[in-house]
């Protein structure tokens, strides 16, 4: 129990450094995909509640998603890098309340991004910029994942990962 108090404490001051957002920027990688967040302290909305601290956990779900979502969607051998310039997650906060997200129409997810995919020679097959946007996000979810903060952020990027890169039949 106090091996747990002082790895809460350590996490919480490293917090407070900035240290976990700008091991954010570097990248996080499986065999296939690698997922980057540029710079996200400046992001349009990474931040955790009321405070001036990136919220990593809600930036490691979703690396986490498009590294499982990516990887079936990419030739075998190859490898997609996928750079996170901007997100703005779905939903605003509201002011007097800590983590009550309210989504409205007027607050969509959003997400601007590059990314490449080369192959096992390192031959460039696909590269671009992107700016993701789902004005219709609140009519298009699927009833699955409701209850996931981040159900309408990972559906944008699922939406962008199948029509990017579809799968060969």
Do not use: C
């Not at 931040?47 to 590294?67: C, G, I, M």
């Amino acid at each position: 129990m106090k091996t747990y108090h002082i790895l809460s404490l350590a996490a919480g001051l490293l917090a407070s450094t900035g240290f976990f957002s700008h091991a954010l920027a570097a990248a996080k990688t499986n065999d296939a995909v690698t997922v980057v967040f540029q710079d996200p302290d400046n992001f349009s909305d990474a931040k955790e509640s009321h405070s001036n601290f990136t919220s990593t956990a809600s930036l490691e779900e979703l690396r986490d998603y498009v590294q499982q979502t990516a990887s079936p969607l990419i030739p075998h051998g190859s490898k997609l890098t996928v750079t996170f310039l901007d997100l703005d997650f779905a939903g605003m906060i509201r002011p007097d309340k800590d983590n009550i997200r309210v989504m409205t129409g007027v607050t969509p997810p959003r997400a601007h991004l590059k990314f490449q995919l080369v192959d096992a020679a390192g031959k460039t097959l696909k590269e671009g910029e992107r700016r993701l946007s789902d004005m219709n996000y609140q009519q298009t979810i699927r009833v699955q994942g409701r209850n996931d903060p981040l159900v309408y952020d990972k559906q944008l990027l699922r939406d962008w990962l199948e029509k990017e890169f579809p799968r060969a039949n």
